[in-house]
């Protein structure tokens, strides 16, 4: 459990550097922004480039892990509506909420930190489930938020919110860098040596810069939503997150392999660890975007972040 601490405590410190930064001011509110888009269409896709141009391509197109991941969003994301959709709490707050209930924080942390406590052959797994969250989950939270534009136009609003999501996914460069370097991976073909040492600098800033923004990101969402709220309004959806979420996963797999689908059991480590990662921040933006309380996202992004520093690394103590 030591070694466990000692490889994950530098990512945490990091989120913690960037959430000081950005409370005490030592960096701008407004240089949020700039940070976010350098690794959001810099630094980012070119790690994620790398590891699908290095990952063999039947790693990447691998049916039995789409299909448990996916599965386990999905219930994920109907039980987290079921369990928060109240007078109070309709459908667009209960269906951001459950997006963070199943949307991990893969892209800014998983990424890197999976492959520092695993090793890069994890990287086909994780990016599968990038994909998933990113193209599937995402955008059916987003339809169903649109539900409470009432019952005579739900369905044209869905439809609508459907074709934004589904927008906003083709505007991401994650996606096009995933897609980007699997070609490269089937085609064995490699960059140009001073392209290729270009996007692997940009790669290797991706790790430390983003938990940095991870951290500055929690703040300002916290310093702008300070209204009060009860407990009993984001604490059970961080902990769905961090704990409901992975074992869900880990059942899941367990029983899909014992029926006898292709999974191997390190597949379902990794996806298992995947869950037990804290809630997506880039959905506190989506939550801006859509109107929903940014505030309740906002604490369940930063309880789940704070309390991953164990609870993840328990994960992984157990897991492996």
């Given amino acids: 459990m030591l070694n466990i601490l000692l490889v994950t405590f530098p990512f945490f410190a990091l989120v913690l550097a960037g959430f000081v930064a950005a409370h005490r001011r030592m960096l701008p509110l407004e240089a949020i922004p700039g940070l976010n888009g350098f690794v959001l269409f ?105 539900l409470d534009e009432g019952e005579g136009h739900g369905g044209q609003a869905m439809l609508d919110a459907g074709k934004k999501a589904l927008r906003g996914v083709l505007a991401n460069p994650m996606p096009w ?19 290729e040492q270009t996007v692997w600098l940009l790669a290797d800033a991706a790790s430390p810069v983003a938990l940095f923004t991870i951290g500055a990101v929690l703040a300002r969402a916290q310093m702008q939503s300070s209204h009060p709220m009860p407990l009993s309004d984001y604490l059970p959806v961080a902990l769905m997150k961090l704990v409901l979420h992975p074992l869900l996963v880990l059942a899941v797999g367990s029983a899909a392999i014992q029926l006898g689908v292709p999974l191997s059991p390190a597949a379902l480590t990794v996806m298992v660890l995947v869950a037990a990662l804290p809630s997506a921040s880039n959905v506190s933006l989506l939550a801006e975007r859509f109107g929903a309380d940014n505030g309740r996202i906002a604490r369940i992004i930063l309880v789940t972040t704070a309390a991953a520093f164990f609870t993840f690394s328990g994960a992984v103590s157990l897991m492996t």
């Fill in 177 to 195: 860098s995933i897609i980007l370097g699997a070609v490269a991976s089937a085609w064995a073909f490699t960059l140009p040596k001073p392209v």
């Fill in 42 to 146: 810099f630094a980012l896709p070119c790690l994620l480039y790398r590891f699908g141009s290095t990952t063999p391509i039947a790693e990447l197109l691998d049916p039995s892990v789409v299909g448990v991941y996916l599965l386990c969003a999905l219930v994920m994301v109907a039980f987290a509506v079921v369990m928060t959709l109240n007078t109070r709490i309709r459908w667009n707050d209960a269906s951001l909420g459950a997006l963070v209930a199943a949307f991990p924080n893969t892209g800014f942390m998983g990424v890197p930190l999976l492959a520092a406590l695993l090793g890069a052959q994890v990287a086909g797994t994780v990016i599968v489930t990038m994909l998933v969250d990113m193209v599937i989950t995402s955008s059916l939270c987003i339809a169903l938020s649109r």
